[in-house]
């Protein structure tokens, strides 16, 4: 019992580390679109587009880890996005204002409390098919925020 406690302390403590570390890269991600707005069709907007699609990509991997399910999942939903304008190598321009929009709306889903996901994440994991440890899934998470953190 003491170790689940523990963990859960390391975890919540690992969620709050992800919480403050979203005062830098929100505004990070809004910088970016501010240059994919401005830049004009090209390479260099491509460029600006390709930074913007691993910004979200690793805000998307970790939300939904530390309780911030819907930022995750917004920012799942313009990586893709993003993506698939790199894939067709053309930004569709009738869409980037609402995908500048929901860019910068980003910020309201960080200020919505997080879950206590990661405890269910704990649980989930810790009674599937693998019956991953407790200490495995704290590994993992412990892994997952230290590339967070970078």
Do not use: C, Y
Request: aromatic letters at 4%; hydrophobic letters at 50%.
């Amino acid at each position: 019992m003491a170790e689940t406690d523990n963990l859960q302390q390391q975890l919540a403590m690992l969620a709050q580390l992800f919480a403050e570390r979203l005062k830098n890269d929100l505004p990070e991600i809004a910088a970016s679109a501010a240059l994919i707005q401005e830049a004009a069709a090209g390479e260099s907007r491509q460029a600006h587009l390709q930074l913007l699609r691993q910004q979200l990509h690793k805000l998307a991997g970790a939300a939904g880890t530390f309780g911030f399910a819907g930022l995750g999942q917004r920012a799942r939903e313009l990586e893709l996005q993003s993506a698939a304008w790199l894939t067709a190598e053309v930004i569709d321009e009738a869409a980037l204002p609402d995908f500048i929009q929901a860019l910068l709306n980003l910020q309201q889903l960080a200020h919505t409390p997080p879950a206590e996901p990661v405890q269910q994440g704990l649980q989930t994991l810790s009674n599937g098919p693998e019956a991953a440890s407790e200490r495995a899934v704290a590994a993992a998470v412990a892994r997952r925020s230290v590339r967070v953190a970078g």
